[in-house]
T-cell receptor, first 110, second 117 residues
């Protein structure tokens, strides 16, 4: 069964304190792994797509990496505006569905 | 990026009534759209895949007769919650891939908050 687990469930950081969010997945053939940011009461906002182990992508203070079993979202020197829930999703090559993890709620304290 | 809108952004209704939620792709055509439900502090759960011009595909455990989906055009899909009950109160979100047949990133609508009294 395809499954996505994110950790930690919640994370509080001081502004400037770098950290990483984890997304572990089990999927029958990975088509893609996706990272989204979701602010309260809003739809998810697309951040990255990763397709194969070893791939990395960066955007401002965020960097996403992928192995065969997990993905990390590294946040370097976060700012309060980075506070949000970060969602990880996988898409199997057997279908079109996205399977989402439960997310990591990030709070960056000034 | 591609823009997906939803209407209404929030709705309150009485138990037993039906509610329609619209999902529109504003600057691209979407032959497929996806409907999700998100309960507080939980992740997005896929409810159904909406296909333009054909029947929707529902995920296991989702009642087809309760959650009616219509994808009448390449830019509009609607979700109707029939005979809504308090347990249907949730955040409903739609999404669409921007390219036909390419299910890479999906672009999400802003969501609709449904409260059933």
């Amino acid at each position: 069964e395809d499954q996505v687990t994110q950790s930690p469930e919640a994370l509080r950081l001081q502004e400037g304190e770098s950290s990483s969010l984890n997304c572990s997945y089990t999927v029958s053939g990975l088509r893609g792994l996706f990272w989204y940011r979701q602010d309260p009461g809003k739809g998810p906002e697309f951040l990255f797509t990763l397709y194969s182990a070893g791939e990395e992508k960066e955007k401002e203070r965020l960097k996403a990496t992928l192995t065969k079993k997990e993905s990390f979202l590294h946040i370097t020197a976060p700012k309060p505006e980075d506070s949000a829930t970060y969602l990880c999703a996988v898409q199997a090559n057997t279908g079109n569905q996205f399977y989402f993890g439960t997310g990591t709620s990030l709070t960056v304290i000034p | 990026g591609a823009v997906v809108s939803q209407h209404p952004s929030w709705v309150i209704c009485k138990s037993g009534t039906s509610v329609k939620i619209e999902c529109r792709s504003l600057d691209f055509q979407a032959t497929t759209m996806f409907w999700y439900r998100q309960f507080p502090k939980q992740s997005l759960m896929l409810m159904a895949t909406s296909n333009e011009g054909s029947k929707a595909t529902y995920e296991q455990g989702v009642e087809k007769d309760k959650f009616l989906i219509n994808h009448a055009s390449l830019t509009l899909s609607t979700l109707t919650v029939t005979s809504a009950h308090p347990e249907d109160s949730s955040f409903y979100i739609c999404s669409a891939p921007p390219e036909r047949g390419v299910y890479n990133e999906q672009f999400f609508g802003p969501g609709t908050r449904l409260t059933v009294l």
